[in-house]
């Protein structure tokens, strides 16, 4: 009789629906990798900051990767739960990616052509949300402004 094989699986917690539990975090693999968070931390805060792009889990692995400092997803997707709750980066909600954090209270302008990101100041639009929230006695737990549409060189370029 065969053995069953269990398979880790779990739900990316960012929402985005894919696999966090990859086949690579099992045995020596996982052990290769082993940082501490701090460390962790800090590889996944330099992808994030060195990108001129939102990114996602995947492609802060791979950036990693390329620097010769490999990180699994799951280790990742740890790091930056732990790098929003302390509010050092922000999720781009409509790619399930992330950027660092710049400016309480911005928009992300984000470019569907180049898919750069800028984040700018937007003070009066989280009041007029904030305002309208209450008016409807909504318990707003999450914010993300972001407007989708083509940055200046883009447009431009075309
Ligand atoms: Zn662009």
């Given at each position: 009789?065969?053995?069953?094989?269990?398979?880790?699986?779990?739900?990316?917690?960012?929402?985005?629906?894919?696999?966090?539990?990859?086949?690579?975090?099992?045995?020596?693999?996982?052990?290769?990798?082993?940082?501490?968070?701090?460390?962790?931390?800090?590889?996944?805060?330099?992808?994030?900051?060195?990108?001129?792009?939102?990114?996602?889990?995947?492609?802060?692995?791979?950036?990693?990767?390329?620097?010769?400092?490999?990180?699994?997803?799951?280790?990742?997707?740890?790091?930056?739960?732990?790098?929003?709750?302390?509010?050092?980066?922000?999720?781009?909600?409509?790619?399930?990616?992330?950027?660092?954090?710049?400016?309480?209270?911005?928009?992300?302008?984000?470019?569907?052509?180049?898919?750069?990101?800028?984040?700018?100041?937007?003070?009066?639009?989280?009041?007029?949300?904030?305002k309208?929230?209450?008016?409807?006695?909504?318990?707003?737990?999450?914010?993300?402004?972001?407007?989708?549409?083509h940055?200046?060189?883009c447009?431009?370029?075309?």
């Amino acid at each position: 009789m065969a053995h069953r094989v269990r398979r880790y699986t779990a739900l990316c917690p960012m929402h985005c629906g894919l696999d966090a539990g990859s086949e690579t975090m099992r045995g020596k693999e996982s052990r290769k990798l082993r940082r501490s968070a701090k460390v962790v931390d800090a590889l996944v805060l330099s992808a994030i900051t060195d990108s001129s792009k939102p990114l996602t889990v995947y492609a802060v692995a791979q950036s990693s990767s390329n620097l010769g400092q490999p990180l699994v997803p799951v280790q990742v997707y740890r790091s930056v739960a732990r790098l929003l709750k302390r509010g050092e980066i922000e999720r781009i909600a409509s790619s399930s990616a992330f950027v660092r954090a710049q400016i309480k209270h911005s928009i992300h302008l984000l470019c569907a052509d180049c898919g750069s990101c800028e984040t700018v100041a937007a003070k009066q639009a989280h009041q007029v949300v904030t305002k309208l929230c209450l008016e409807k006695d909504f318990d707003a737990r999450e914010r993300h402004l972001e407007v989708s549409g083509h940055c200046g060189r883009c447009n431009v370029d075309s």
